[in-house]
């Protein structure tokens, strides 16, 4: 049997395989981050399509801090009744989830939250108003956010939690010269850059102890001038693997600027998939801490070499598992097709229309055939 139907462990956390279904904005909480009973479906269909390990919408620690409307929360205690809700669906379905937790800083949507955004240093090309620059306090204040989130995401029965640092988000900016122009101990080297990650790596493992999972995603390059290089990159990585960091999830890109987007459009060849995997690569020969690998994955054979070849310990998904969410199942069972994904990108439009993520494509096949 393939590797990756092995059973494996990050830290306490037993997965069935190593398939991990990517964090994304699927536009199905309310407009105050409440998940919705359509949400949960989601989730338990992940799980009953068979993926090891599910990772949750990427959750707003802080009001201040949120980046798209209908985005899930978890900055108040009011929201962990519909989460525990979640995590039993998942649990009931044989699966395991993680939560993301996320802050937008400079790219969180003033629109809704009234407040102004976050910035790691004054930033170029936004309207003074909108923008304000990260304090001392606004620091203390923020790793206290995410240690309280954390504490609400064990009580809520995640399996675990993953920090949100990549894709041009508050802590990726910390992370990148492009955002971080700070004098103080938090910019200049790689060391102060990622100074504030250490810093709330450990007070989460205050408030949720040794044997709990605690995983990082973080960008293995921004792709943007003067952006997070390669070389700083693996530095970071291993500051974090040092400080006890469960599993790194590595990708690529900014969200909103780049030439290279997280997701890539027009992945019809297997020679296009994995577009993050020579940093993978960096990562596994510098680094023991087990890594997972997310980008532009879609063939099995990939998949497979990818794993057994030691370059990643998990292979990552999220626009495949949009349109199946039982790819995992139907791969198990022998139908080793790639999956459906069309890599168009289109299943995000509706979710800006108040829709939720889905596959445009498939339900335009769907009524194609029903014609």
């Known amino acids: 049997m393939s590797r990756l139907f092995e059973e494996s462990s990050i830290n306490t956390m037993v997965l069935k395989n190593r398939f991990v279904r990517a964090a994304t904005w699927e536009g199905l909480a309310t407009e105050k981050g409440e998940a919705t009973s359509e949400l949960i479906e989601r989730m338990a269909s992940l799980a009953k399509g ?3 390990l599910i990772v949750s919408s990427h959750s707003y620690v802080s009001q201040e801090g949120q980046g798209t409307p209908w985005q899930l929360g978890v900055y108040d205690d009011n929201l ?6 979640m995590t039993s669906a998942v649990h009931e379905n044989n699966g395991k989830i993680v939560m993301q937790l996320a802050h937008a800083g400079l790219y969180a949507e003033v629109r809704l939250t009234g407040q102004a955004a976050l910035a790691v240093s004054a930033p170029d090309g936004f309207s003074e108003g909108n923008v304000r620059t990260i304090t001392q306090d606004d620091i203390q204040h923020l790793v206290s956010s995410y240690a309280q989130a954390a504490k609400r995401v064990r009580l809520a029965g995640f399996d675990g939690i993953e920090i949100h640092s990549g894709h041009g988000y508050l802590l990726s900016q910390f992370l990148s010269p492009a955002y971080n122009k700070r004098q103080d101990e938090y910019g200049g080297t790689i060391e102060n850059r990622a100074r504030i990650h250490l810093q709330l790596y450990q007070a989460i493992r205050e408030v949720v102890g040794t044997s709990y999972p605690i995983l990082i995603k973080m960008n293995g390059a921004d792709f943007i001038e003067n952006g997070l290089t390669k070389e700083d990159s693996l530095q970071a990585a291993k500051l ?3 400080a006890g960091f469960d599993a790194i999830e590595v990708s690529g890109g900014i969200i909103r600027t780049g030439k290279l987007s997280p997701s890539r459009p027009g992945i019809t060849t297997e020679d296009k998939e994995a577009y993050f995997q020579e940093y993978a690569k960096y990562f596994k020969s510098n680094i023991k801490t087990p890594l997972i690998l997310v980008g532009g994955l879609r063939s ?3 998949a497979d070499k990818i794993v057994s070849e030691g370059i990643a310990d998990y292979i990552s998904m999220s626009r495949p598992l949009i349109r199946e969410p039982d ?3 139907r791969w198990k069972s022998g139908d080793l097709r790639k999956a459906e994904c069309k890599s168009d990108n289109l299943c995000f439009t509706p979710a800006f229309e108040g829709h939720g993520v889905y596959c445009v494509t498939r339900e335009l096949e769907k009524e194609k055939n029903f014609e």
């Open 300 to 302: 099995f054979a990939v």
């Open 240 to 242: 974090f693997a040092d």
């Open 80 to 85: 962990i009744s519909k989460l525990e809700t």
């Open 327 to 329: 790819l995992i199942n």
């Open 50 to 52: 068979g993926v090891g």
